[in-house]
């Protein structure tokens, strides 16, 4: 058994179940290249500082390199006696060079240690997700070019409303996508900001230069206050709420995958292979994909709501309940950067059928606004428009027809200004093509959106 970096202090051992219970390298080791790359900083520091000599930093260079070999190649062999990450990587250079790897913990603490490693490992995670964000958004603009002009309907309260293109629903999904990677991208400015140098919690008597710290590391910043640097979350809780958007985000989309894929509806299939069967209904094609996100959609959001209680009521500056920060950051991370990866794959599995999606239009009612806006132009005070289509909707309904299949002599009955130019704007075509400002759903609109998407996506 190795004994305990703090064993001076004790009369025993602590027991089996405490040393389980209190220790975390089963999940913080994922943390170990960042842990090694926060070392060499804070080692490179300390030489240029006049605190370690070039000699044992170049013992800890070269310690450190074995180590991290070691640890990429599956050879380290990780101990629950040492506690977490930092203690065994910081054992095993010792072994391995003796008095200066005792040193590299000079002016250090493992609370800053801790802090500067996770937001190391965080910044890496923001910069893979925000590629993974774009990645979705060009596989789903590639589907809405390939359907600019293809009719659905749009709905409210899960009813027929008014006609939009597939292609514009899906560029909705590529803006909250969009406003989800500035998040990251924001987000990652307060992660990118170190904490070394905080030490425990005071701050540390040796002649630190923070700066040149967070310069080796890529920090833009530093934390000035030690306090704060060791004891707060806020960061971890921010990148959670922003990756429980994007979460929330798809989880919308399943939803309309699965009703879209219902037999019921029709609109899309989606390719066998993000599909599953049943073991008894042989009829059975499951989205289990959809499904799993909407609900991994809950599990994410959770992991904000265990951050949130994590920091509520700590006292300042670290307690050990911050190393509960870990497993719902790994996870949040792991779940949200394998579904962007399925979800853009997905995307690309999606078959639109249009003629389906052009029937429920036309069932709908869809183009009822479009008739009202129609006698608008011709003078009619809104609210009378809309009463006077009412009334012709109502009509239609009892017949069991379209509006647009009621004969001229019928719809004048109802408005004497309606004449033989009103079916233009009653077909899904016209409706769609009247809309043509910037945001609408006309196809050349939905096209010069796509444009705007794709230049920004590489530039
Ligand atoms: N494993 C700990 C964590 O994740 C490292 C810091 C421990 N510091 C301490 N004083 N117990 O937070």
Redesign the pocket.
């Known amino acids: 058994q190795d004994a305990h970096a703090w064993s001076g202090r004790f009369s025993e051992p602590v027991s089996e179940l405490v040393k389980k219970y209190t220790a975390?390298v089963d999940f913080?080791k994922r943390m170990a290249a960042f842990d090694i790359q926060g070392s060499l900083a804070h080692a490179a520091m300390l030489t240029r500082a006049g605190v370690l000599s070039e000699a044992d930093l170049s013992a800890i260079e070269a310690g450190m390199a074995e180590i991290l070999q070691d640890i990429q190649e599956g050879r380290f062999e990780w101990s629950v006696d040492l506690?977490?990450?930092?203690m065994n990587v910081e054992k095993r250079l010792t072994d391995k060079i003796g008095d200066a790897g005792k040193r590299l913990h000079t002016g250090r603490?493992?609370?800053d240690?801790?802090a500067t490693d996770i937001r190391l490992y965080l910044r890496d995670a923001i910069d893979h997700i925000v590629t993974l964000i774009a990645a979705l958004q060009t596989s789903l603009l590639d589907l809405a070019e390939q359907h600019a002009d293809t009719v659905m309907p749009g709905f409210t309260h899960l009813q027929v409303a008014q006609p939009v293109t597939f292609g514009h629903h899906m560029l909705a999904y590529v803006e909250m996508l969009g406003r989800d990677g500035e998040r990251m991208v924001d987000c990652r400015k307060r992660v990118n900001r170190l904490p070394l140098g905080a030490a425990?919690l005071a701050g540390t008597t040796f002649p630190v230069d923070r700066f040149y710290t967070a310069q080796l590391l890529g920090f833009d910043d530093v934390c000035h206050n030690s306090l704060d640097a060791v004891s707060d979350r806020d960061f971890a809780i921010e990148f959670t709420a922003a990756a429980s958007l994007v979460m929330v985000h798809l989880s919308r989309l399943s939803e309309e995958l699965i009703l879209w894929m219902s037999p019921r509806v029709g609109f899309i299939d989606i390719a066998d292979r993000f599909c599953t069967g049943s073991s008894i209904m042989p009829q059975k094609k499951n989205p289990d994909v959809p499904e799993l996100v909407r609900g991994k959609s809950g599990r994410v959001t959770g992991h904000l709501l265990a951050l949130l209680m994590l920091m509520k009521s700590q006292p300042l500056a670290?307690n050990?309940d911050?190393?509960e920060?870990?497993e719902p950051l790994f996870d949040t991370v792991d779940t949200l950067i394998d579904t962007l990866r399925i979800y853009a794959d997905m995307m690309r599995g999606v078959t639109v059928k249009p003629e389906a999606m052009r029937a429920a239009v036309l069932q709908g009612f869809a183009t009822a606004t479009d008739l009202a806006d129609y006698l608008v132009k011709k003078g009619v005070p809104f609210r009378d428009s809309h009463e006077v289509v009412a009334r012709a909707v109502r009509h239609a309904e009892v017949q069991g027809v379209d509006i647009a299949d009621l004969s001229l002599d019928v719809l004048r009955q109802f408005s004497a200004l309606i004449d033989d130019d009103v079916y233009a704007v009653l077909t899904p075509e016209g409706s769609l093509a009247q809309r043509n400002h910037i945001g609408g759903t006309a196809p050349a609109q939905v096209r010069a959106q796509i444009a705007r998407h794709r230049a920004r996506l590489q530039g």
């Open positions: 975390s913080d506690e977490d990450v930092h603490s493992r609370n240690q801790v425990a670290y050990k911050n190393q920060d870990k």
